[in-house]
């Protein structure tokens, strides 16, 4: 058998495919507390405990730190779906959770979650802390909310 020869053209591109939906829900800015049984004050979020790895809460104000009122999204939120913190400052610091209970407090929401994966130590008192949500069945929104 001789030597293989020189490789053919290319073929044309395909077509674009369809554009996916994202199933982030919702992304936005709250204040860490150090408080591990609420987060009544407007703009905070906190866990029930103080390490990552081991909280079997979320805690989540329905107003976020500029005060905007995202309990609507807070009520789009059920078992199984995601939610992931992170320091806002330093991306190593985050935990994320899968929900397991839901429980309405009047301003806020705690969230039974399990521990899926986390990095770092958790916030510092009122730091800056992003909070994203993630739709388990893909029923999110593709523009920012």
């Known amino acids: 058998m ?3 020869g020189p490789p053919g053209a290319d073929g044309e591109a395909g077509g674009i495919g ?3 939906v994202s199933n982030a829900l919702f992304s936005g800015q709250w204040s860490w507390t150090t408080n591990t049984t609420s987060s009544a004050t407007s ?3 906190g866990l029930n405990t103080a390490a990552w ?4 809460e979320v805690h989540i104000n329905e107003q976020k730190k500029d005060g905007t009122d995202v309990s609507l999204y807070l009520d789009m939120l059920a078992v199984g779906d995601e939610i992931r913190i992170q320091q ?3 991306a190593t610091r985050y935990g994320i959770y899968e929900i397991t209970t839901i429980t309405d407090m009047g301003t806020w929401r705690k969230y039974g979650v399990t521990h ?3 990095g770092g ?3 510092g008192g009122t730091t800056d802390t992003a909070l994203t949500i993630i739709k388990a069945d893909g029923s999110g929104v593709s523009s920012g909310a």
């Open 116 to 118: 899926v994966i986390s």
């Open 43 to 45: 703009g905070q979020i």
């Open 18 to 20: 369809p554009s996916g």
């Open 88 to 90: 806002k400052t330093d």
């Open 2 to 4: 001789g030597p293989a």
């Open 121 to 123: 130590a958790v916030p």
């Open 53 to 56: 790895a081991t909280a079997t």
